[in-house]
C-alpha cells in the first residue's frame, strides 16, 4: 500500500520560514516523481514543486520559484519543501504525491496517490 504522510504545517508572519515533510511508505524513492502541491480556499490544486527521484532534475512554479526548494532524504523515507520569505498568499493546504508516469511536470492529474495534506497559514 503506497502512503504519503505530511507534516510541518503551522501558522507564520510574512517573510518566515518553514519545512514542510513528507514521508512516504510502500514505494522507494529512487526513482518516479514526486510533487508539492497546495490549495487555498476556494481554488483548485497548484503544483508548486517537484523532483525526479532518479536524476534529481526538480521544477518549480513561478510563484515559488528561488523562494521555496523541494528536496529528499532517501534513508528517512521523505521529502522535503523549505519554504523561505512566506508571504499571505502562500497560505493553503499542502499536500505531497507522487507518480510514476514518464514525464516531469505540476499537473494534478498525473499523480497517483496524494497524501492527506498539512495546512500552511501565513499571517501577521
Known amino acids: 500500500q503506497f502512503q504519503l504522510e505530511e507534516s510541518g504545517g503551522a501558522s507564520v508572519q510574512p517573510g518566515g520560514s518553514l519545512r514542510l515533510s513528507c514521508v512516504v511508505s510502500?514505494?522507494?524513492?529512487?526513482?518516479?516523481?514526486i510533487a508539492w502541491f497546495r490549495q487555498a480556499p476556494g481554488k483548485g490544486h497548484e503544483g508548486i514543486a517537484c523532483l525526479s527521484l532518479s536524476d534529481g532534475l526538480t521544477m518549480y512554479a513561478d510563484s515559488v520559484k528561488n523562494r521555496f526548494i523541494i528536496s529528499k532524504d532517501s534513508a528517512k523515507n521523505s521529502v522535503y519543501l523549505q519554504m523561505n520569505d512566506l508571504k499571505a498568499e502562500d497560505t493553503a493546504v499542502y499536500s505531497c504525491a507522487v507518480t510514476w508516469g514518464d514525464s516531469i511536470a505540476l499537473v494534478p492529474g498525473l499523480y497517483n496517490y496524494w497524501g492527506q495534506g498539512t495546512q500552511v497559514t501565513v499571517s501577521s
Open positions: 510502500g514505494f522507494s524513492l529512487d526513482y518516479g516523481t
